[in-house]
């Protein structure tokens, strides 16, 4: 029996076939994740930010701290595994979340206002929005309610399925840290030393516990002193609040002159020595100083500033497409 040979042209058609549907695989496997979008909800879920607005300014009405509490914890998830609400995740059998790290423990709070929202978008949008995103709705809403800049939000990211103590414990950056400490965390995340300074100002709301800056003032760095870059006026005003024995629980204002308005005056306070926490005043010194002078006396610019940086945290390693799930509670996995 002869072999079969195939006219050419059929060989040309199979081999085209064949790299086509090669370049179609290899295109599927290489396709860039969904890109998160300010309109991914118009169509599933168009109330969605009313809703969110509508109890973030019944909880700030209700406790002006409510704002920095949840744009702090918006900040605590994306520094761990991403913008996915895994701080959200509580502690169940078999599973630890982020809430027993040392950054987030008896500290962090909000999470009843979050699950309010949850429980409200999921009575007519059922098992459509991310808990992940309400979170990021919900931070930006509470600073514009404290008379901040307000900006699109970029939507559609996922919840995750898995937490980390052991990030939650190194990612965050400590009150305490020095200026180089910072940035390198901030760095870690692919943050710049300009969306640093611009996320710190986030400090110009909220409350800070005594146990977070107590060593500033009677024993910075063990020499049984006040810290020296501290205003001294500054100094006695907070031992009032904080003694040196007991009261770690006491709340101070990061920002002591306009505690619940989102403005330029933490910058003004670092250029005064009046920085809560080492790890604000320590803005006010070598290649960030410029940066903290320029936005004292420029609050435009600094919103501006601000917006960009956490429009960029919020983008950090989205769970987007079918990667992680919709929760249906806030604190639970499906």
Same mark, same amino acid.
């Given at each position: ?8 042209? #059929? ?12 370049? *179609? ?22 109330? =969605? !930010? ?20 949840? #744009? ?15 701080? +959200? ?30 429980? !409200? ?33 970029? =939507? ?25 400490? =910072? ?70 204002? #990061? ?9 330029? !005056? ?10 809560? +926490? *080492?790890?604000?005043?320590? +803005? ?51």
């Amino acid at each position: 029996m002869t072999g079969f040979n195939p006219p050419m042209q #059929l060989i040309i058609f199979l081999s085209l076939l064949l790299m086509a549907s090669t370049t *179609t695989t290899i295109t599927t496997a290489t396709a860039a994740p969904q890109q998160l979008s300010a309109t991914f909800y118009d169509k599933t879920c168009p109330g =969605l !930010q009313n809703v969110v607005r509508s109890v973030m300014s019944q909880a700030v009405q209700k406790e002006p701290r409510m704002a920095a509490s949840i #744009l702090r914890l918006f900040f605590h998830d994306c520094f761990v595994q991403g913008c996915d609400a895994s701080i +959200l995740l509580d502690d169940v059998s078999g599973f630890q979340g982020e809430k027993s790290a040392g950054p987030n423990a008896n500290s962090v709070r909000g999470f009843d206002v979050i699950d309010k929202i949850k429980a !409200q978008v999921e009575a007519t949008c059922k098992g459509v929005v991310s808990c992940a995103d309400i979170l990021a709705l919900a931070a930006r809403d509470g600073v514009a309610l404290q008379k901040g800049p307000s900006w699109p939000v970029l =939507l559609g990211r996922r919840d995750s399925q898995t937490a980390s103590l052991s990030s939650a414990n190194s990612n965050i950056p400590s009150p305490t840290s020095t200026l180089s400490q =910072l940035t390198a965390k901030f760095q870690a995340q692919g943050l710049s030393a300009r969306d640093m300074v611009a996320l710190s100002g986030a400090h110009t709301i909220g409350q800070a516990r005594c146990t977070t800056f107590k060593q500033r003032l009677y024993n910075q760095s063990g020499t049984g002193q006040a810290d020296p870059t501290m205003n001294t006026a500054f100094v006695a005003q907070l031992k009032g609040r904080c003694p040196s024995n007991g009261g770690d629980n006491n709340l101070s204002p #990061l920002d002591v002159l306009s505690p619940t308005k989102f403005d330029k !005056q933490y910058f003004a306070n670092l250029q005064n020595g009046k920085g809560l +926490l *080492t790890s604000d005043q320590v +803005l006010f010194s070598s290649s960030t100083q410029s940066l903290v002078s320029t936005w004292s006396s420029d609050q435009p610019t600094f919103f501006s500033a601000f917006t960009s940086a956490i429009t960029k945290m919020g983008n950090l390693n989205p769970l987007t497409g079918s990667s992680g799930e919709i929760r249906a509670n806030c604190r639970l996995r499906n």
